[in-house]
């Protein structure tokens, strides 16, 4: 069974610019988690979307959005880029199967640079 | 507001110690933990998740532990290997699929 897959692989913006990113969760797995991981702030939970539905949301700007569709493939999209939004953007799967013992398997990232 | 710490933050160790990565968390009702590895640039691969009702969890030469009410997680690595190098982290589950990570411990296995 294939892995979670994320591409980008590796992207290059400027300030101001907007980006998407994409993920395709483990075939099965219905929920999509989006995390933000830098050297200061760690692994950072940004927003998780089960059935096309965003079912919780971190503390983040307005500027990160994101949304899922009907064959559970997911996307964030982050506008007005600053310089700190540099990051590793990991996206997560689980089964999710209605209770809250559901394994979290992670992708490779995309590694966004703002210059 | 969960919160999760990481002891040590960096470890190095001989090739064949047996070592202890700790792990801290500020609110008891966590659903599960889960133990992860990962590789500089790379993502992150699961090692062990131990459910609340449960104490502990064993893979190969691995084994994590989980004390809630003293809020507490250690991961057990027998035996080392250079191999092992990476950094360690840990995630509370607070509910369905939001993990809080703590920041990590950097571990190196010198031959």
């Known amino acids: 069974k294939a892995g979670v897959t994320q591409t980008p692989r590796y992207l290059i913006k400027t300030r101001g610019q907007q980006v998407t990113l994409s993920c395709s969760p483990i075939?099965?797995?219905?929920?999509v988690s989006w995390y933000q991981q830098t050297p200061g702030q760690g692994l950072q939970f940004l927003f998780e979307y089960f059935s096309e539905t965003q079912r919780n949301k971190g503390n983040f700007p307005g500027r990160f959005s994101g949304r899922q569709f009907s064959n559970s493939r997911s996307e964030m999209n982050v506008s007005t880029l600053e310089l700190g939004d540099s990051a590793l953007y990991l996206c997560?799967?689980?089964?999710?199967?209605?209770?809250?013992?559901?394994?979290?398997?992670f992708g490779p990232g995309t590694r966004l640079t703002v210059l | 507001k969960q919160e999760v710490t990481q002891i040590p933050a960096a470890l190095s160790v001989p090739e064949g110690e047996n070592l202890v990565l700790n792990c801290s968390f500020t609110d008891s009702a966590i659903y599960n933990l889960q133990w992860f590895r990962q590789d500089p640039g790379k993502g992150l691969t699961s090692l062990l998740l131990?459910?609340?009702?449960?104490r502990e969890q064993t893979s190969g030469r691995l084994n994590a532990s989980l004390d809630k009410s003293s809020g507490r997680s250690t991961l057990y690595i027998a035996a080392s290997q250079p191999g092992d190098s990476a950094t360690y982290l840990c995630a509370g589950s607070s509910g369905y699929s939001t993990l809080t990570f703590g920041k990590g411990t950097m571990l190196l296995v010198s031959p």
């Open positions: 075939s099965g797995h219905r929920s």
């Open positions: 131990i459910q609340s009702s449960q």
């Open positions: 997560a799967s689980s089964p999710r199967t209605g209770g809250h013992d559901n394994e979290q398997f």
